[in-house]
């Protein structure tokens, strides 16, 4: 929901973590020093409402 009109917002993009990289993760990679992980391989949902243009994201994590 919309923090300023409260109404639905529209799903614009996620923003998954990296693979950990840890030898018991068979999809494990090595992304040298760009370890993004969110919380406990987390993902960011980013949300948009077109009527007040105001962005928003919430974050999951397994
Ligand atoms: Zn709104």
Redesign the pocket.
């Known amino acids: 929901m919309?923090?300023?009109?409260?109404?639905k917002?529209s799903f614009v993009a996620q923003i998954d973590s990296f693979e950990h990289n840890d030898e018991n993760n068979p999809n494990r990679r090595d992304y040298g020093k760009q370890h993004f992980m969110f919380g406990d391989v987390g993902m960011i949902y980013v949300w948009f409402?077109f009527?007040?243009l105001?962005p928003f994201a919430t974050m999951d994590c397994y």
């Open positions: 919309c923090p300023q009109c409260h109404l917002m409402c009527d007040c105001v």
